[in-house]
């Protein structure tokens, strides 16, 4: 599969998993992986998960708006940047949201997330 292909197959499933069952994905981290979240920094699958189920709404749904992508190394990573809105809850008002995942693989089609920077865009 093409790059831009892999890139949004793997934004598809996060959203969708991250909208239905956050701590599902605990499975795309790993130990040395790392989540910066509104400048906060989170470093490990169990601590990155416990951040992103902790927070504070029980629903939510992802409206991706573009998603760019850049190889990454020799090792074969990915660059992948998104840009959207999040519904939270039953707010009238999506929120608009940036978010950056580097993604290096682990076997044929396979990867996981080595870094991750969200940011919520106010103004």
């Not at 940047?81 to 009238?92: K, M, R, T, W």
């Not at 978010?99 to 103004?123: E, S």
Request: charged share 15%.
């Amino acid at each position: 599969m093409d790059p831009d292909g892999l890139a949004k197959a793997f934004v598809n499933h996060y959203y969708t998993t991250f909208d239905t069952n956050r701590a599902a994905l605990v499975g795309l981290y790993q130990e040395g992986s790392m989540l910066t979240f509104e400048g906060d920094k989170y470093k490990g699958a169990a601590a990155i998960t416990g951040k992103l189920t902790s927070l504070p709404f029980a629903t939510c749904k992802h409206q991706v708006t573009t998603v760019d992508c850049q190889p990454s190394g020799p090792a074969g990573g990915m660059l992948v940047f998104v840009s959207g809105a999040l519904q939270v809850g039953d707010g009238e008002h999506p929120l608009k949201f940036s978010q950056m995942f580097h993604l290096m693989p682990v076997g044929p089609g396979n990867f996981h997330v080595q870094n991750d920077m969200f940011r919520l865009n106010y103004g």
